[in-house]
């Protein structure tokens, strides 16, 4: 079992900049890729960007350019950096993270945290 612990949301004004958090527990696993997604009210959640083990990165094309995805393999962190906000970025961030325990491949999300971009 994996807990995802989430932080850094908020509420911040259209260009401002907000940085998410997510933390990875447990035991056993190997991560593959940690990754943000977000939902918006009466959207369907859609990625965000994705950071593999390997560092390789991929961003919806909303984000690029605006936000930055990295890891930190030893805390088992993912950090979102998120710059030039817009109130379309208003939504529901979640942490996932695809790993790897006993040869089995499992999927797990976090509890989600609020972003609002607004004046």
């Known amino acids: 079992q994996v807990q995802l612990v989430e932080s850094g949301g908020g509420l911040v004004q259209p260009g401002g900049s907000l940085r998410l958090s997510c933390a990875a527990s447990g035991s056993g696993f190997s991560i593959i890729a940690m990754g943000w997604y977000r939902q918006a009210p009466g959207k369907e959640r859609e990625l965000v960007a994705v950071i593999g083990s390997g560092g390789s990165t991929n961003y919806a094309d909303s984000v690029k350019g605006r936000f930055t995805i990295s890891g930190d393999n030893g805390k088992n962190t993912v950090y979102l950096q998120m710059n030039s906000l817009k109130p379309e970025d208003t939504a529901v961030y979640y942490c996932?993270?695809?790993?790897?325990?006993?040869?089995?491949?499992?999927?797990?999300w976090g509890q989600g945290t609020q972003v609002t971009v607004s004046s």
């Open positions: 996932n993270t695809r790993v790897v325990i006993n040869k089995y491949r499992y999927e797990y």
